[in-house]
């Protein structure tokens, strides 16, 4: 006899709606959601990760042990062959007291000439190197130790936000985001010293992502807005890196609002960032935040998938000129996006091709993303005897087999 617990939970909503009778269109009414995310979640293609939304579905679907339905229901992580980084260098290093509290001296500009550069190169490896994710593993510790050695100081802070977040943005890539949310934290407040509002906005858009890759997309929403309105209240917005952060900031709020489900304000914040796109003559790359014409379509299709709608994503990205994302991350990250879409209309052949163009473009992204290895492991699942071959020499050259 199988017990509740061995019965996903998206099959067991999906049958006490049944046995009460309502469509998806009517439970969604009754709990506040979409019947596309009704429908995602009976499919468990969605966590249902709030508490109080767990409450009313119970409340609606009339469970009455409420309190055996809320513990088996509790969704719990995926288990992935999660490959193993060496991050212990750098937890250890952001456990260590902040190094703003170290004391005033000289500092030595010749050294802080060195680790400017050094700054702006592992940045730029970060975004467009073939093996971002070892080249700046193995540099991020150095840059912090010397952070370390010039101590405080007024020539240091900008340096400081900005290794900061890159440091917050590698290990929110690679999942562990309570680390990313200290280095995001200490970012925001080395730029807040600097007194340059661009850059503690930029930063504090680097907050943003980070809650919602926590899962708390409401919290990431809520700081978008607020920094939007900083932005029109503070900045000109007249320079083209004002432009550029406005709109990158744009795009991580309807992301944001669309992981919290509300398609119609993500959809008005999309259109918002595509006039803001529209002041620019480039895709643009100010203050390492990317905007231009092209990130914005290139978020169109990943909160296109976000709701459910793979053709409709698939749609958008045959307008997306890949041509014109110099970024190797955007680029590898943009096909694995539209593997995605690929494997959730059952078109094993152009997830493979998608893949395959992630990894010509950023081979260890398909090592180190969740949403390609999610990707690949379905594919493996499969087992498409056509394609088989080519899956499993990409799975074993990604360490996923």
């Avoid at 006490?16 to 269109?25: I, K, V």
């Avoid at 009704?38 to 469970?63: H, N």
């Avoid at 802070?157 to 990313?180: K, N």
């Avoid at 730029?191 to 708390?216: K, N, V």
Wanted: with cysteine; hydrophobic share 40%.
């Amino acid at each position: 006899m199988v017990s509740d617990l061995d019965v996903p939970l998206g099959k067991r909503i999906e049958l006490a709606r049944r046995r009460r009778g309502l469509s998806r269109a009517v439970l969604a009414g009754l709990v506040g959601r979409s019947a596309e995310w009704i429908r995602q979640v009976e499919r468990d293609e969605r966590a249902v990760d709030r508490l109080s939304i767990l409450l009313r579905l119970a409340e609606v679907l009339k469970i009455s042990d409420v309190s055996g339905f809320l513990g088996s229901a509790v969704p719990l992580a995926p288990r992935r062959n999660l490959p193993r980084v060496p991050v212990n260098e750098l937890r250890e290093l952001l456990f260590q007291p902040e190094l703003t509290h170290q004391p005033h001296h000289a500092v030595d500009n010749g050294q802080l000439e060195r680790l400017r550069r050094d700054v702006i190169d592992t940045w730029t490896g970060w975004q467009d190197s073939p093996h971002r994710y070892t080249m700046t593993l193995q540099r991020l510790p150095g840059l912090l130790r010397t952070l370390a050695e010039l101590g405080e100081a007024p020539a240091t802070d900008g340096l400081a936000a900005c290794t900061y977040r890159l440091v917050s943005a590698v290990l929110r890539r690679i999942g562990d985001q309570p680390l990313a949310l200290l280095a995001i934290e200490r970012s925001v407040q080395a730029a807040r010293r600097t007194g340059d509002p661009l850059a503690e906005i930029a930063c504090a858009g680097g907050f943003a992502s980070t809650l919602l890759s926590l899962g708390f997309p409401d919290r990431a929403r809520q700081l978008c807005l607020e920094l939007l309105e900083e932005l029109r209240t503070r900045v000109s917005s007249e320079t083209v890196e004002e432009i550029s952060v406005y709109g990158a900031m744009q795009l991580t709020a309807a992301e944001a609002t669309a992981a919290d489900d509300d398609q119609v304000a993500a959809e008005r914040l999309l259109d918002q960032a595509r006039a803001t796109a529209g002041r620019l003559t480039e895709d643009r790359n100010d203050l390492r935040t990317g905007f231009g014409p092209t990130d914005v379509e290139i978020h169109a299709v990943r909160i296109a998938l976000t709701f459910g709608r793979a053709r409709h994503a698939l749609r958008i990205a045959e307008t997306v000129d890949t041509g014109k994302i110099h970024a190797r991350e955007r680029r590898a990250r943009h096909y694995i996006t539209v593997a995605q879409a690929h494997g959730r209309e059952s078109n094993t052949f152009g997830a493979i091709f998608s893949l395959l163009k992630a990894e010509e473009a950023c081979p260890e992204e398909i090592r180190f993303s969740a949403e390609a290895r999610d990707v690949v492991q379905d594919l493996l699942a499969r087992d498409n005897a056509l394609v088989r071959t080519d899956l499993w020499a990409l799975a074993e050259r990604s360490g996923l087999a």
